[in-house]
Every structure is written in C-alpha cells, then in structure tokens.
C-alpha cells in the first residue's frame, strides 16, 4: 500500500541530545499525526496537526504541519532512555462522506544510550 | 480517548486454520479500521468496518480471506482465513474519534503462523 517517506530509518544517540525526524509526501493531507510504538504495544498518539503551517508541542516533543501540506517533522529536545521506541508520521485524507484513511510513514527507530 | 481492547494478544497458529480476533471499544464510535503490520514494517490499512454495513477493503486485500464483522457499535472482529506464514504479522483495531481528528489503536494481536 501507500506509504510515506519517513527519515531518518533509525538513530542512535546519547541521553540528553535533540532529535528530529521528518515525513513527506507527494500527495496533500489535511491531518498530520505522530505515533510512537514500543514492543509488543499499539501506536499511541503524540501530536495530531490540523492546519497548515501549525506547531505544537506536548512536552518535549514539538511537531509542524507544513505549509505545503505535503510534510511534517517531529523534535524531541532533552532525550531520556525512555524515548526509545519507532516512530510514524500518518497523513490523512478524506475520501469522501465521513471516512478518513491514513497512510503511515515507514517509521524512524529511535534508540537512546544512557 | 477510547480505551481499544483486543483479543488474542498473541497466538500461534497452524497453517491452513483460520483466527478470529476480536476488538471491542469502550464507547460507541462509527467507524472501526483494521491493519496489518508485517515484522519490521509499517502500518497497512486493511479494512474499513461501519455498522450495519458491509466492510470496504484495500487493494490487495479480499473479504474472502480477510472476513469482518461490526455487529454493533462498540465490537468487530476480523478473521484470517486459510493462514499461511505469509499472514505472520501484527493485526491492529483502531477507531477514530472526530472530535479529535485522529485514530486510536488497541494494543494488536501478534500471529504467527507455521
């Protein structure tokens, strides 16, 4: 199926540095959001982005809906052990009446060394 | 946000079998979405399951092996026919909640099948 182009694949990085990772598309979407999936768990929603040019922060995650609605980042500032997990963008698209689809990016592993 | 349980969590299964797995939300929602996440991969939406009508399938996927049921508002189940090691994946249930414009996942269901 369609994917987004999430980069980077994966990370390694020491406690305390600054992440960021981003999604792109060719297609427009009305909605961007960000998961994070540990082991054995479902995606769990970080940030939902609803409009163009948006930025929004919870905690120490900040993410931005771009203006061309074809991309979005995520920054994670501080980085703790805890932070480990995949992450994936998802675009949404209405395809009519009241069903919105979203299509997931390939997801950005992220390990943090202590 | 709706609490999303799904059962099994995980199961082993012998090729050839067929596995139900089942997906109940806290509260009533109107649609229900299933996906696969093969190992190591990122999310494929399934199917799209509305009450008291019959499921909408993407590409590449048919009801004849990915059967769904949505018998009311707040259960759905999806079955894997006739499993071969290829439908070694993690199947999720999710809803979307309008008011917040983004989709919820229950915790998957790991199969394996050998």
């Known amino acids: 199926g369609q994917q987004l182009n999430q980069s980077p694949q994966s990370m390694f990085i020491q406690e305390g540095e600054d992440v960021s990772m981003n999604c792109t598309s060719s297609s427009i979407f009305n909605t961007w959001l960000w998961y994070k999936q540990e082991p054995g768990e479902g995606p769990v929603l970080l940030i939902a982005l609803y409009k163009a040019g948006e930025l929004t922060s919870n905690g120490r995650l900040t993410a931005q809906f771009g203006i061309t609605r074809k991309d979005s980042f995520l920054n994670i500032s501080a980085s703790i052990p805890s932070d480990v997990g995949i992450y994936f963008c998802?675009?949404?698209?209405?395809?009519?009446?009241?069903?919105?689809?979203?299509?997931f990016g390939t997801g950005t592993l992220l390990a943090v060394q202590p | 946000s709706a609490v999303i349980s799904q059962k099994p969590s995980r199961d082993i299964c012998q090729r050839g079998t067929s596995l139900t797995i089942q997906c109940q939300v806290d509260?009533?929602?109107?649609?229900m979405f299933w996906y696969r996440q093969q190992p190591g991969q990122s999310l494929t939406l399934i199917a799209t399951a509305n009450q008291g009508s019959e499921a909408t399938y993407e590409s590449g996927f048919v009801i004849d092996k990915f059967p769904i049921s949505r018998p009311n508002l707040t259960f759905s189940t999806l079955t894997v026919s006739n499993m071969s090691p290829e439908d070694s994946s993690i199947y999720l249930c999710s809803v979307e909640e309008f008011d917040r414009g983004a989709a919820f996942f229950g915790q998957g269901t790991r199969l394996t099948v050998v």
């Open positions: 509260s009533q929602v109107t649609m």
């Open positions: 998802a675009g949404q698209v209405n395809y009519g009446g009241a069903t919105n689809k979203l299509i």
